[in-house]
């Protein structure tokens, strides 16, 4: 493999790529992304795997039988009063994340039934193939989860001078970008603060690209984001227990991430019900099986049902807090806001592709020993 240099930016939204942004990499698509979030997304660029294939969706999975919290169940159904006392239920909630590890706003009687789930292709503990472990990429990883006591705005930037200085002569690199995301959450997509960081992204990669090739004029250069992001014109309270009743396990179980609300429903009778009144809801739509078939999410441990709120609302309250933000991504991923970028220094082959797709084509990419223009 030729040296390759692979930015990734988390929630760069095509619709927002200024036609002046790094001119110096002629082949440009649209990335159409999957269902769920980052931690999916970027499995899907870089190792090419659906969440079927990863066995995993966003970052909690219903596993009643296994959860990593089981045994505290009876202490948790103790604390679930809490519910309806928001600020002692967050307290609790943060209290028991920092022993037990990321409790979201899970209700402490779900808590033994999920477990947190998910890993990036960049951890060490990612238990696939990816791009970045194939033998041909030897290189540096430039990652914000080894910058200790660096928090944002300011990591990019310090992320990114760390990768011009780790720039050598036959050797890889790559670098992730993590803090345009956390804007979009904070302040919407197309904010000032929002468009600021995309001309900052544009001049500190400027400099980057131009000093790997100049180390590496054979060299393969790549940047691509995981998803697009749309702006947060309310909540949606999705009211679950009103319609269905209070979950039990033998009747059906939910989940509701800022997006995607999901449900198991072990019982056939109560799931048509359940599917007929999803589908009439007016604030989002059931994912098909079809659906689901095409972007790798056909397992049941994902939910019997699957449900993704429209763009513009989000769900509130979910399972990962009270808040929306201002912006959100996860939404249907054929919406042109969800569209993520795919930059590369060689032509690509049509304009748009899967997340599940890029992969191949960076592999291809990078294997070929073809001269930079
Ligand atoms: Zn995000």
Known sequence: MRPSLIVFIDCLPFSYLPERFLPELPGRASVRPG?????????????????????????????????????????????????????????????L??????????????????????????????PHPTLLSSPGFRGTLVLHSRLRNVRPPGRDRVLVERALAA????????????????LVHSTGVGSPEFLARIEDYRAWLGE?????????????????????????R?????????????????????????????FWVPDPGLRSEMAAHLAEERHGALVAEEERSEYGVTSRAFGDLIWVVDEGLGIS?????????KGLHGYHPALPSQQAVFLSSEDLPRPSFRTTAVYGELRRAMRQAQVLR
Not at 58 to 66: A, K, L, R, S, V
Not at 167 to 182: C, K, N, Q, Y
Not at 238 to 248: L, N, Q, Y
Not at 317 to 324: A, D, E, I, N, V
């Open 97 to 126: 994340s920092r022993v037990a590890g990321y409790t979201g706003n899970i209700p402490f009687s779900y808590l033994g039934a999920f477990e947190p789930t998910g890993s990036y292709p960049f951890d060490p503990s990612f």
């Open 317 to 325: 309250p979910s399972f990962l807090g009270r808040g929306t933000g």
């Open 167 to 182: 720039v050598r002569p036959g050797e890889g690199l790559f670098l992730s970008l993590p803090d345009l995301d956390s």
């Open 208 to 232: 980057l690209v131009a000093a790997f090739r100049q180390a590496n004029p054979d060299g393969y250069v790549a940047v691509v984001s995981d998803h697009g992001a749309a702006n947060v």
């Open 234 to 262: 309310g909540p949606y309270d999705m009211r679950v227990e009103r319609h269905f009743g209070r979950p039990r396990p033998d009747r059906y179980m939910y989940f509701l991430d800022a997006t995607l609300a999901r």
């Open 35 to 95: 269902f769920g979030y980052s931690v999916n997304l970027v499995a899907e660029l870089f190792a090419g795997m659906t969440p079927d294939e990863l066995g995993f969706l966003n970052i909690f999975n219903y596993n009643p039988g296994n959860s990593w919290l089981r045994g505290w169940a009876p202490a948790l159904r103790l604390l679930s009063p809490l519910r309806h006392a928001y600020y002692l239920d967050r307290a609790a909630h943060r209290a």
